[in-house]
């Protein structure tokens, strides 16, 4: 369960550092910024338990490093998205 917060640790300071690194306007808020980059933290750090097993009071630095990566790959995917969003303009369906 701790190396879980840790996992969710490593997210939220991707997530800020994100904003701090890309200061231009954006799309999202920063507590969502933050809370994509805890999903992604998490879900890198489950996906490296696959390669690098838990162990108790231990962390391999790839369960660190790939819990980093995540975080990375989904912010940067969800700003991807909401740039091509913006590149094709909001779309009102009504007449």
């Known amino acids: 369960m701790s190396k879980l ?3 969710a640790l490593i997210g939220l300071v991707a997530g800020a550092a994100a904003r701090v690194l890309y200061p231009q306007r954006q799309a999202t808020h920063i507590l969502a910024t933050m809370l994509l980059g805890i999903a992604g933290a998490l879900l890198g750090g489950l996906i490296s338990w696959i390669y690098w097993p838990p162990v ?3 962390f391999h630095p790839g369960n660190l490093l790939l819990a980093l990566l995540g975080a990375g790959v989904v912010i940067a ?3 991807g998205f909401a740039y091509a969003r913006k590149l ?3 779309r009102d369906s009504s007449p």
Do not use: H, K, P, Q
């Open 5 to 7: 917060v840790v996992f």
């Open 56 to 58: 108790e009071d231990l």
């Open 77 to 79: 995917c969800s700003a």
């Open 88 to 90: 094709i303009g909001y």
